[in-house]
Each structure stands twice: as structure tokens, then as C-alpha cells.
């Protein structure tokens, strides 16, 4: 079964930012070799205002993927590299999990290996579809390459709250057709900040993301959500039209373009079946 994890890093310094740039583009580079690591994407999502703040997303289609990655000599090589056992910790980190594979021994090694890790039990939509994307998608930065878009979404407290907004991203995800590879909303922390809300969408191409939203209920759907919020942030990474972010202004979400630092959006031959 498939799970997603998001992962928040924070470095002590510019030179730890730049070590972990490369010791996570090694990481990424062994991915090619596992079809089932289907997004592993490795982002700082406010380069120019806090550059030693780091964002991971990693979706596995199940455990096996999860397994043949990180067991890999070289991926715990450059794992030691970010995280060298008995020195004070250099970066900190808070992993979330999402997804009926997050269960069992995942869970457990997650708990032991990584410094602090949450499963949010609100969530919404799917980590991972269940009907065809196209194989051989492009890497990001092309224009017929894969898109992620992450809104970050804070409810109004004196509306429907929280709780309104995920039951818009679940109706959004019973709307998403092929080449929608992820629609999954959560609430990271909801006892110390019940209103923000996640939104992570990853598509196989612009194609993907325009017949999505130009249907009819995504679009209600979407203006919907945006009446009910105070505030929500677009970031796409991966090359979104131009086009395609005047669409969402449209919708009234901004979407600003970021630059993944390492890994992919979408894996060119990804298996949901993990092989």
C-alpha cells in the first residue's frame, strides 16, 4: 500500500545546506533503480528568505519500494553524511506520514531512525492513484514534464474551519482523472495549528493539470475553497505554464514557480506496483 511522506529539515548553516544538497542529489541519483519511489523531491520553498530551510515530499507505491531504497549502501552512505551518528545535530527534522503504508514495520523504523515523526490522522484525497498516468513522463523543467503543486492554506476560523477545506479537497480528489498521480490534503499539526492545511497535487503533465482544472466541478470546487480561506499559497514545481498559473489567478490562487534541488517530481517509468 502506498504512504507519502513530507518532511521538514531546517540546517544549522549555509555549509550544512550545501552538504545536504549533496548528499540528497546522491540519494535522488540511486532512485532511478526503483521504480516504485514514485515522487522524491527535495525542495526549499523560501530560498531567498530562509535558504537553510528544506521541504521534502517522497511517495512510495508500498513498503518494497521503501525497502530497496533505503537499504541501499550508497543511500545510507549519504544518509550518514546529513545525519552523522554521536555529533549534536547539525539539521532537525519533523517527518510526517500519510497512507495505509505507513503501518507496521515503516512506522516502526521511522520512529527509531528519524528525530521526530507524526502521523496525522486528518487527512484527505489519495497519496496515490489508482487509474493510469502516463509512463515515461519527463523530468521536471520540461514543458511536457510532471507538476507538483503545494497549496498552503489557512482556513478561517470563523467559517467552516479546517474541516470544511479537507471535505473540498476529498470531493476535489473524487474529480481527479487520469495523469492525477497524487490529490492529498492534511492538517500536519492539528493541535498547535488546527487551521493550516496542505494541499499536495502531482500531475503527469500541463495537459494533466489543465483538463483537471478546467472541469466544471474542479473549478466550483476550487473557487469554493477559496471563499472559505484566510490566506493560500501556490508553489509549483516542475515547469507549470504560464498559462496554467493565469488559470489558477483566475480561480484566485497564486501560484508562484519554485526550483526542486534535488530529485524529481514524477519518476519516467514510476510503478505503482513498486517493481
Known amino acids: 500500500m502506498a504512504f507519502m511522506l ?5 540546517a544549522a548553516s549555509p555549509d550544512v545546506s550545501a552538504n545536504a544538497i549533496s548528499a540528497l542529489s546522491d540519494m535522488a541519483a540511486l532512485q532511478t533503480e526503483h521504480r516504485g519511489v514514485i515522487t522524491y523531491m527535495f525542495t526549499r520553498p523560501d530560498l531567498a528568505t530562509n535558504p537553510n530551510h528544506f521541504e521534502f515530499t517522497e511517495v512510495y507505491a508500498n513498503e518494497g519500494a521503501f525497502w530497496a531504497h533505503s537499504s541501499h549502501p550508497d543511500f545510507m552512505a549519504a544518509y550518514v553524511r546529513m545525519f552523522p551518528p554521536g555529533r549534536d545535530p547539525h539539521v532537525t527534522s519533523v517527518t510526517y506520514g500519510y497512507g495505509p503504508g505507513m503501518e507496521g514495520k515503516v512506522r516502526s523504523v521511522c520512529d527509531i531512525v528519524l528525530q521526530k515523526c507524526r502521523y496525522p490522522t486528518v487527512s484527505a484525497g489519495f ?16 514543458e511536457d514534464g510532471p507538476v507538483a503543486l503545494l497549496f498552503r492554506i489557512r482556513a478561517k476560523e470563523e467559517e467552516g474551519g479546517a474541516p470544511r477545506i479537507m471535505q473540498i479537497i476529498d470531493d476535489l480528489s473524487k474529480e ?29 503533465t500541463n495537459a494533466h493539470v489543465a483538463s483537471f482544472i478546467d472541469a466544471p466541478k474542479v473549478d466550483q470546487l476550487f473557487r469554493a475553497l477559496v471563499k472559505e480561506v484566510a490566506g493560500v499559497r501556490g508553489e509549483a514545481y516542475g515547469t507549470l505554464l504560464v498559462t496554467l498559473r493565469g488559470s489558477f489567478r483566475d480561480l484566485g490562487l497564486a501560484v508562484d514557480q519554485k526550483n526542486i534541488d534535488a530529485g524529481y517530481v514524477l519518476h519516467p517509468h514510476a510503478d505503482r506496483n513498486g517493481n
Request: glycine share 10%.
Open 6 to 10: 513530507r518532511v521538514r529539515l531546517d
Open 127 to 142: 497519496v496515490l492513484s489508482s487509474k493510469d498516468w502516463p509512463a515515461g513522463a519527463t523530468d521536471q523543467g520540461n
Open 176 to 204: 481527479a482523472g487520469e495523469g492525477v498521480v497524487t490529490c492529498h490534503g492534511s492538517i500536519p499539526e492539528q493541535e498547535t495549528a488546527p487551521l493550516d492545511v496542505e494541499l499536495v497535487l502531482v500531475c503527469s
